[in-house]
């Protein structure tokens, strides 16, 4: 009780005004989750409300920080052969639609860089095959460390990575799956679902984790079909809706809008 009061009085306290505040409390992991997008009088947050901040927090033993609007996130794209949806985020993020900064591309294949080009971004090409699966890992977080990638993307990067590579990118690793999960995970999954005739096909923007497609879901998409629909037909309709869902995904973690609760996520409006 009284947590939202403790927030606005504390926000009052420092002479800011809340622009925005979504809250909810989940009685089934007994977990609270708050988002306050505020503003002060200056450019610089006034003094003290950091300290009060995490007073707040310890009494509370809560995981809390404050993020700038807009700033954006600094991200690394992971691709294999399709582009779809690499050029979907891109695209948004230049036109100013999607606060973050991509920071270069990785992948196993070369298939893309010369496409990739124009874009004018560096693109690292680290192969892997069974053998060499643990060097190229080893690879991918030099390069995450030497780009200072915050978020990494799997944008159709299709190489399963190790538990230790998901565990350690826990929470910071966003992979598009083309299917509505939970049903038909692995691969095929469009030949899958046409082999079940389903009616709505879908493609799930998760968090990576140890268990494949398994993480914790952040938006879906999905959209009707019918019995004329081939596999063909919805490999095509899907990359739109794996394009979408992945966008929708990573604007709403660079905008510090999800929460991860117990293998699910809480996910704010804007």
Request: with cysteine; aromatic share 8%.
């Amino acid at each position: 009780m009284g947590l939202v009061a403790i927030l606005a009085r504390l926000m009052e306290r420092h002479g800011c005004f809340i622009a925005s505040s979504r809250t909810f409390g989940d009685p089934a992991t007994e977990q609270f989750f708050a988002r306050l997008v505020f503003q002060s009088d200056s450019d610089e947050l006034p003094d003290g409300l950091m300290a009060d901040l995490a007073g707040v927090a310890a009494d509370l033993s809560a995981e809390w920080g404050v993020h700038a609007v807009g700033q954006p996130v600094r991200t690394l794209l992971m691709v294999s052969k399709s582009d779809h949806c690499a050029n979907t985020l891109h695209y948004a993020a230049r036109r100013g639609e999607l606060p973050i900064d991509i920071v270069g591309i990785v992948s196993n294949h070369r298939t893309l860089e010369a496409g990739f080009a124009h874009w004018g971004l560096p693109f690292f090409h680290v192969p892997v095959t069974a053998d060499t699966k643990a060097e190229a890992e080893t690879r991918l977080f030099d390069l995450i460390a030497e780009t200072r990638a915050d978020l990494v993307v799997l944008a159709r990067y299709m190489q399963v990575l190790s538990n230790e590579a998901c565990t350690r990118l826990a929470g910071r690793c966003i992979n598009i799956h083309h299917s509505f999960l939970p049903s038909f995970k692995g691969a095929r999954p469009y030949h899958q679902a046409h082999a079940r005739g389903v009616k709505v096909i879908g493609a799930s923007a998760h968090y990576v984790t140890p268990d494949l497609d398994e993480g914790p879901i952040i938006t879906q998409v999905t959209e009707g079909i019918d019995h004329t629909f081939s596999p063909t037909d919805m490999i095509e309709l899907g990359r739109h809706l794996e394009g979408a869902a992945l966008l929708r995904a990573v604007k709403a973690h660079s905008e510090r809008r999800v929460f991860i609760n117990a293998g699910k996520t809480v996910v704010f409006a804007r």
